[in-house]
C-alpha cells in the first residue's frame, strides 16, 4: 500500500496550537461503519451516542515534562535534551564517566547533535541543576545521556521542577505554565509519557460521571507514549514502516472487565490510538484475550489489519501520511474515514494533540 494514499491537504491553521478554555467544548465528528454515515456534534454528546453496558478504556499514563533546556560546559552553548525513554542505571550502559552515586541513563534526542559527543557534559539549571554527560551515540541523532543530581533531590523531582512540556513539534511555540495541566488527561496517573494520549484530553469529571449515568463503564490500562507518536514515515510503502516500542501494564482488574465485556458481546470503546494498540497487541499474542501484566509492544496497524478487541475508537485527527492515520483507516475503512477527513477540513475541525475529536462506531 502506498504511503501517499493517506496523504491529504491540510491547511496549517487547522493545527490547533492552543487549548480551548473548556475540554467539553471540543468538536466530536461521529463516524458510523455500518451506515457509512457522519454527523458534526460535540464532545458533550458522547453519552448519548454510546450505550449502556459499553466498556470505554483509557490509557492513563501521565506525562512528565521531558525537555530539558540547559547549557554545554564548559563553553556553555545553549543544549536541548527531550528524554525519549529511560534506559536504566549505568550498569547496563557500555561507556561511564568517572562519576559515582546515583544516577540514571536515558536515551534522548540532543540539540546540537554535532557538538556532543561520548563525553560531552552538560548542565540543565533552575529550581534544580541537573548534571548530565553523553556515554553514548545512537543512531538519528539519538543518545544516551547520564544524569544526576548533586543536592539530594531525586532524579525525577528535578526534571519535573525544571523540566518543560514536551509539546508535539507541530505545536510552533514554547510550551507555557497552563500546558503542564492542559496537556494531561485529568485521569493521568502513571508517570512515564513525552505525549500524551490526546483522545483523553477531552475528558472531565463531568463526562464522566455522565457516562457513568448512561451505563457505560470505565477502566485504565497504561501505555507510556514514547517518540514513536512523532516518528514521521519516511518510507514509500505502509507495511516497510516500523514503530518503536512502548512499555505498557495492564492491571487484573482491567484485564477481567475488558475480558467480560468480550464474552458478554459488549462493546469495548478504546480512547486513543495508544490504547488500540495496547490492547490489540495483547490480544493478537493471548488468541484474542487480554491478559494482566507488563511487556513492550511495536504493534503498527494499518489497513487489513484484523482487530479482535475494540468496537469503537474515540481518537483526534492526526497529520497527513501518519502512522496514526493509517490505524484510525484499519478501523474504520480508507473510503469512509478519507470521506470524514475531507469533511473535517472543509468544517475547520481543528487537528491534532489540542484539536476536535472523532468518534468511530
Known sequence: MDVREFDFNLPPEL?????????????????????QSLTHTHVTALPDLLRAGDLIVVNNTRVFPARLLGRRVPSGGAVECLLVRKVSDTSEVSEVSEYSGTSFCYEALMHPGQKLHPGARVVFDGLHTIHGEVVEQKFFGRRIIRLWTED???LDAAI???GHVPLPPYIKRADRTGDHERYQTVYARERGSIAAPTAGLHFT??????????GVAMTEITLHVGYGTFQPVRVDRVEDHTIEAEHYEITDVAADAINRALTDGRRVIAVGTTTTRTLEAVAQANDGRIVAGRGTTALFIY????????????????MPKSSLLMLVAAFGGHALIKSAYDAAVAQRYRFYSYGDAMLIL
Open 160 to 162: 519535573d521542577a525544571i
Open 15 to 35: 493545527v490547533a496550537q492552543e487549548p480551548i478554555a473548556d475540554r467539553l467544548a471540543a468538536r466530536l465528528l461521529s463516524v458510523n461503519r455500518e451506515h
Open 303 to 318: 489497513p487489513g489489519f484484523r482487530f479482535r478487541v475494540i468496537g469503537g475508537l474515540l481518537t483526534n485527527f492526526h
Open 152 to 154: 539530594g533531590t531525586t
Open 205 to 214: 469529571p463531568t463526562l464522566i460521571a455522565a457516562l457513568n449515568d448512561r
